[in-house]
């Protein structure tokens, strides 16, 4: 719904952020200053040892300096405690003792629908539970005790029973004055095109369906009968059930991750109770389908890093590698996914029966990162013994990471498929070295001096580079502060090698913060530069002070917005692409410590290449910048050229 104009303002200014906020985290005493409204605390978002999450009272708005999670108290409700908007909204009113303005009559009329279908599962609730107190539930009850699932368990998850007769649950629910109409709204019963009505769950065990509200919006249901054609069945989609946006337990779940437990995603209703039984509060599953979007992103609300616990089969591993093709396009910085194999093609339910809660602890501390899955998938079972097989591999690898959106992301995951590839290609040479007339197998050999140093050479101006072009960047920012907004994520992304700099970026990502709140008289009268200048001190005048920021042309012409905006495009493309360079020159250092193979040639031809690109210019005046363009790629192509990875005899 929309709310009158003013309505959240007046909410963010009787209840302080802080207050909110400071229900999760503990304010360091030490940068913290009450008086101002100034707060800093560790990231409730992401683990960190030092603080770097700011919350501005004066401003209504938080910022984490690690994660980038930013916004108001509304924010973060939704983000840290997984409320939709207007249930955030609702809590705060009640806290701010003030009323929330009447919906419009369409919604209002929708809402009071919802809330008398909710009412209706509630009553088929209560129906199943009793049923499973009777001796007509003496069956479930026995598959129950099989299942290990005591009195209080199923008390504490609601479980019940659906008799088996034909319209047992639409006779009682017709007998309390509930029409046959909204009964079948609520999924409870099905009408054919001929006959009467019937219910949908038959001698059946029940396993109730809340949302994040706490609201009964679906059922679970187990056959006891063998000849069943399915042996799980759901709820269909009603207005009050959407089977890809929900989750089994999802409530109790965030509570249990609020108070330090881990977030476990299982496959089932019973795997979920065991777990739960067991400790593993946290647990929680999709309902009878893979993992969507939608759930994974409630799941990154509850916690940055959900332990996904696969059965140990090739169908568990299978339902892994779907979810990782989800998941790439999706992951940001601080967010990701944790997968605890199984063993054995257990399930969770299974391995607590057999090895107990220590067992699934071991195997949640040791659950392994969504790199080691995709690097799984695409190394077992393949012979990499030539030259095409490893550029086959290394292409599939890239094509994946490919899919990353995050640059910075993207570029850790490279790197740790680097060091992979690294070991297991350095394994396969070191079996493979050949016999020569007789002799043992050579030994690796150490680089030559030359050939380190002259790769340290070029690291050292690459840093010397990428500092001068991120004075730049800051510099064109500062200038045309209006291409902020255009340019936030990159910003936010902007890994500043000096810490001046770091401090210019942070106080211009203070700036788009501020530029979202209503800021007071005095703040709204300071320029964008006097705001920088308070907030990073020396390091502006610094800055400035630099030749080549002067000499730029989109510092010197700060009216031709244009030519900005077509310089930082191009300054940050090309940051990004001799950081990418660095990279694989780094790695080619590690690498060249041994014995090389044809890969590394590959690899330096690549960055020599790459650096041209980089270097090409699309501005006429690029000129002024004062750039060495040649340089790095003169001295890679040399190196490559000189084939230095192989030891000369003397």
Not at 169 to 186: K, P
Not at 372 to 389: C, F, M, N, Y
Not at 575 to 583: G, H, N, P, V
Request: aromatic fraction near 6%; proline fraction near 5%; charge should be neutral.
């Amino acid at each position: 719904m929309s709310l009158p104009p003013g309505f959240l303002e007046e909410l963010r200014a009787r209840v302080p952020v802080s207050r909110v906020i400071g229900r999760k985290v503990v304010w360091d005493a030490r940068k913290s200053n009450a008086a101002r409204g100034d707060f800093w605390a560790c990231c409730p978002f992401h683990e960190e040892r030092s603080p770097s999450f700011h919350v501005d009272d004066r401003k209504g708005f938080y910022y984490c300096f690690g994660c980038h999670a930013k916004g108001d108290a509304v924010t973060f409700l939704r983000e840290a405690e997984g409320m939709g908007f207007m249930e955030a909204v609702e809590l705060l009113a009640a806290e701010a003792g003030m009323t929330v303005p009447a919906r419009d009559p369409r919604a209002a009329e929708k809402a009071d629908r919802h809330s008398r279908l909710a009412e209706v599962m509630e009553q088929a609730g209560r129906f199943f539970r009793m049923q499973l107190a009777t001796s007509g539930g003496a069956g479930a009850r026995d598959y129950l005790d099989r299942r290990g699932l005591s009195a209080g368990a199923r008390d504490r998850f609601e479980i019940g029973f659906a008799p088996e007769g034909r319209a047992a649950l639409l006779t009682h629910l017709r007998a309390a004055g509930v029409e046959i109409a909204l009964i079948e709204a609520a999924g409870l019963a099905i009408t054919p095109e001929t006959g009467s009505a019937y219910d949908r769950f038959r001698n059946r065990v029940t396993f109730p369906i809340r949302d994040a509200r706490g609201r009964l919006i679906a059922f679970g249901a187990r056959a006891l009968a063998p000849g069943e054609k399915a042996k799980y069945l759901n709820s269909p989609e009603t207005e009050l059930f959407d089977k890809g946006r929900s989750l089994y337990n999802v409530r109790a779940a965030r509570e249990a991750v609020a108070r330090g437990a881990p977030l476990i995603v299982a496959e089932g209703y019973m795997d979920v109770i065991a777990l739960s039984e067991a400790g593993f509060t946290g647990a929680v599953a999709p309902l009878g389908t893979a993992i969507t979007e939608q759930q994974l992103r409630m799941l990154w609300q509850i916690s940055p890093e959900p332990v996904i616990a696969l059965d140990g089969d090739t169908a568990g591993l299978r339902a892994g590698l779907r979810l990782t093709d989800l998941a790439l396009p999706l992951l940001e910085a601080g967010f990701g996914l944790r997968f605890a194999l199984l063993p054995g093609g257990k399930d969770p339910d299974d391995l607590l029966r057999t090895g107990g809660p220590a067992a699934m602890r071991r195997l949640i501390d040791g659950a392994v990162p969504m790199v080691r899955l995709i690097w799984q998938r695409a190394t077992e079972g393949k012979v990499l013994d030539s030259p095409e097989r490893r550029a086959g591999l290394e292409k599939e690898l890239r094509e994946v990471i490919g899919r990353i959106r995050d640059p910075a992301l993207r570029a850790h995951y490279g790197e740790e498929i680097r060091r992979l590839r690294g070991a297991l290609f350095g394994s396969a040479r070191a079996q493979a070295q050949p016999f020569r007339s007789g002799r043992r197998p050579a030994a690796p050999t150490e680089p030559l001096p030359a050939t380190r140093g002259s790769l340290l050479a070029a690291a050292d101006d690459e840093m010397m580079e990428e500092r001068l072009r991120e004075a730049l960047i800051l510099a064109i920012l500062i200038t045309h502060p209006a291409l902020l907004a255009q340019f936030e994520d990159e910003l936010e992304r902007l890994d500043c090698l000096d810490p001046d700099h770091a401090r210019l970026r942070d106080a211009l990502l203070a700036l788009t913060l501020a530029s979202d709140d209503t800021t007071a008289q005095g703040d709204r009268q300071a320029t964008p530069r006097d705001r920088i200048a308070a907030e990073a001190g020396p390091a502006l005048e610094k800055l400035f002070s630099l030749s080549h920021v002067q000499l730029a042309p989109p510092v010197r012409r700060p009216e031709d917005l244009d030519l900005a905006l077509a310089c930082l495009t191009e300054e940050m493309a090309r940051l990004a692409a001799r950081r990418a360079i660095r990279r694989e020159v780094q790695d080619a250092m590690q690498d060249i410590t041994g014995r090389a193979d044809e890969s590394l040639t590959w690899r330096l031809s690549q960055a020599t290449a790459a650096t041209h690109r980089a270097d090409r210019s699309r501005l006429d005046d690029a000129s002024d910048l004062d750039e060495d363009r040649a340089a790095l790629s003169a001295r890679l192509q040399g190196l490559i050229d000189a084939e230095v990875w192989i030891r000369r005899k003397r």
